[in-house]
């Protein structure tokens, strides 16, 4: 995390002034995506816009649609709402809103060769932290592992890597502000 948390911070300095734009939140996913050993397709970065989330990355769920603040099944609201940040490891045999799952976001999968099935792009395990500035959340950061299976979709996210989370998501919490 050392030599991650000041590229992160300059990241989020240069970011700043343009505010969480589909290019900027690329470059975030980009790095979240290496840092955490996933995809980038397994990295959601989400903005509160009027009582609602609405995603930024991917880019391709955009305009799928708004979560509402007030819907009980959807794990980033929840982590919204409780400001709290959250592993789930069994995340797929959840309750949870599935409707943004089912889009295609053109992801490569584990092999860049082929694409994924849809049971490959199935969320298996997943961490969600509240991205948050003077005790206001302004959106959220979620990190995932995708694919048929638990096993199959990588080794479970540890509490320390949650901690990683929440640091970034301090750090980057200037992009969103604009």
Do not use: W, Y
């Not at 092999?111 to 849809?118: A, T």
């Not at 996210?157 to 992009?175: G, H």
């Amino acid at each position: 995390m050392s030599t991650f948390a000041p590229a992160l911070a300059q990241l989020a300095i240069d970011c700043e002034s343009e505010g969480l734009t589909v290019k900027n939140s690329q470059k975030i996913a980009v790095e979240l995506a290496r840092f955490f050993n996933v995809q980038q397709d397994e990295i959601g970065i989400l903005r509160l816009e009027k009582e609602s989330l609405l995603f930024v990355h991917p880019a391709q769920l955009h305009n799928v649609g708004r979560i509402p603040l007030n819907n009980s099944s959807a794990l980033a609201v929840r982590t919204a709402n409780s400001k709290r940040p959250e592993i789930v490891n069994n995340f797929a045999r959840t309750r949870h809103a599935s409707f943004f799952e089912m889009v295609d976001v053109g992801a490569k999968g584990k092999d860049p060769s082929k694409k994924p099935s849809k049971d490959e792009q199935i969320i298996q395990k997943i961490m969600s932290v509240p991205v948050i500035s003077l005790n206001n959340v302004l959106g959220v950061i979620q990190v995932c592992r995708k694919g048929p299976n638990a096993p199959a979709s990588g080794p479970d996210f540890a509490p320390a890597d949650l901690q990683k989370l929440v640091t970034i998501a301090t750090a980057l919490a200037r992009c969103f502000i604009k």
